[in-house]
């Protein structure tokens, strides 16, 4: 039935659920997985560094990035702006604990991807270059105020997405 399943993750517990709920149906199925993060460019500063696998040293460097000051964009609030190589080292830690997941649900050989862009359009983009004949995500991930603001990325995806769809609670 699902000959590539596309699960995007973000490493919030939604996602790991999603994780593994995908690796359920993947094992089931006999799927080839296709294991997605994108950037979290918007993410806040403290809940990166609060996340599974980030080390105290990581941490502390994400708590020292760089403020952009309030107002920058007009009635903005002050942001941190994380550099791109700490962003890149824990999407890769994601993706890597994710491969994990599916090796130990024996399902070997999952394809995995780094994006940078709109986390709703990368996942539409990957499933269908990758062909995905399924998407598996959580239906809340980290960025909760980009979600009130424009709807949830898992909101987006089930709107444009060409394949099946399942979202994780």
Same mark, same amino acid.
């Given at each position: 039935?699902?000959?590539?399943?596309?699960?995007?993750?973000?490493?919030?517990?939604?996602?790991?659920?999603?994780?593994?709920?995908?690796?359920?149906?993947?094992?089931?199925?006999?799927?080839?997985?296709?294991?997605?993060?994108?950037?979290?460019?918007?993410?806040?500063?403290?809940?990166?560094?609060?996340?599974?696998?980030?080390?105290?040293?990581?941490?502390?460097?994400?708590?020292?990035?760089?403020?952009?000051?309030?107002?920058?964009?007009?009635?903005?609030?002050?942001? *941190?702006? +994380? /550099?791109?190589?700490? %962003? #890149?080292?824990?999407?890769?830690?994601?993706?890597?604990?994710?491969?994990? =997941? &599916? @090796?130990? *649900?024996? +399902? /070997?050989?999952?394809? %995995? #991807?780094?994006?940078?862009?709109?986390?709703?359009?990368?996942?539409?983009? =990957? &499933? @269908?270059?990758?062909?995905?004949?399924?998407?598996?995500?959580?239906?809340?991930?980290?960025?909760?105020?980009?979600?009130?603001?424009?709807?949830?990325?898992?909101?987006?995806?089930?709107?444009?997405?060409?394949?099946?769809?399942?979202?994780?609670?």
């Amino acid at each position: 039935m699902f000959k590539r399943i596309l699960i995007p993750t973000d490493g919030s517990p939604h996602a790991e659920q999603a994780v593994a709920v995908g690796c359920e149906l993947a094992k089931r199925f006999e799927s080839r997985l296709i294991f997605l993060h994108v950037l979290m460019h918007t993410a806040k500063a403290d809940e990166i560094a609060a996340m599974p696998g980030v080390s105290e040293e990581l941490a502390e460097q994400i708590r020292q990035s760089t403020m952009v000051p309030a107002g920058t964009v007009v009635g903005s609030p002050p942001i *941190t702006v +994380i /550099p791109p190589g700490i %962003l #890149k080292d824990i999407g890769e830690g994601i993706l890597q604990r994710a491969e994990n =997941t &599916a @090796a130990q *649900t024996d +399902i /070997p050989g999952s394809k %995995l #991807k780094l994006k940078t862009g709109d986390p709703a359009r990368c996942i539409v983009e =990957t &499933a @269908a270059e990758e062909e995905a004949d399924a998407i598996v995500m959580g239906r809340r991930g980290l960025n909760r105020l980009e979600s009130l603001i424009q709807g949830s990325t898992s909101e987006r995806v089930g709107r444009t997405a060409e394949c099946t769809f399942v979202t994780v609670h």
